[in-house]
């Protein structure tokens, strides 16, 4: 079956700790996503590529890190310059056309303590 | 900059009815618009895509409808069920070379067994 894998799907750290957040599509999909749920608010986009080895900011980068070494992988680093990083963190992926469905992951949930 | 709203925020309903979501848009240049369901600690699963040039998609019980002139799409459910309970998301693409999807909040449905 096709489709996103994020792991793991609970992660702990310290404050002061940088973490990595794993996505793996098997979809075939150029474009890749990062996004941030928080409580009440819609999604915000952090990250995007839209080819291997190129990368975009979105509209919430300050405090993240990414790489697109290949195309079935999109790894998301928080780094501890991000000042509110514990949130729902989704991956997904599309066609670069946009005439495609985006397609998500099952999402990791960090806590920073 | 777009603005997606949805309302209401939260919606419950005996089973067996049938209800339309709303999602409204406050700038009508836009390429698609896509409903997503998401359940409890999950990712986005998407439900319907309804490209600009279309009024309206259907899959099963659901329908979902566009109207760029007023900026608002609706989600019909019919006959729902419990299991139909979840947050629904709606997200429109702009037309353009930066075509990132912007979400709405989502509206949150219970239904009633």
């Known amino acids: 079956d096709g489709g996103i894998t994020q792991s793991p799907k609970y992660l702990f750290r310290k404050e002061g700790q940088n973490v990595t957040l794993s996505c793996e599509q098997n979809?075939?999909?150029?474009?890749m996503y990062w996004y941030r749920q928080d409580p009440g608010q819609g999604l915000r986009l952090i990250y995007y590529?839209?080819?291997?080895?190129?990368?975009q900011k979105g509209d919430i980068a300050e405090g993240y890190s990414v790489s697109r070494e290949k195309k079935e992988s999109f790894p998301l680093t928080v780094t501890s310059a991000q000042k509110n990083p514990t949130a729902f963190y989704l991956c997904?992926?599309?066609?670069?056309?946009?005439?495609?469905?985006?397609?998500f992951g099952n999402g990791t949930r960090l806590t920073v303590t | 900059k777009q603005e997606v709203t949805q309302i209401p925020a939260a919606l419950s309903v005996p089973e067996g009815e049938n209800l339309v979501l709303n999602c409204s848009f406050t700038?009508?240049?836009?390429?698609?618009l896509q409903w997503f369901r998401q359940d409890p600690g999950k990712g986005l699963t998407s439900l319907l895509l309804?490209?600009?040039?279309?009024r309206e998609q259907t899959s099963g019980r659901l329908n979902a409808s566009l109207d760029k002139s007023s900026g608002r799409s609706t989600l019909y459910i019919a006959a729902s069920q419990p299991g139909d309970s979840a947050t629904y998301l709606c997200?429109?693409?702009?037309?353009?070379?930066?075509?990132?999807?912007?979400f709405g909040s989502g509206t949150q449905l219970t239904v009633l067994p």
């Open positions: 997200a429109v693409r702009p037309t353009g070379s930066a075509r990132q999807l912007t």
């Open positions: 590529s839209q080819i291997v080895n190129d990368f």
């Open positions: 700038d009508s240049a836009i390429y698609n």
């Open positions: 309804i490209q600009s040039s279309q």
């Open positions: 979809l075939n999909h150029d474009a």
């Open positions: 997904a992926s599309s066609s670069t056309t946009g005439k495609s469905p985006l397609h």
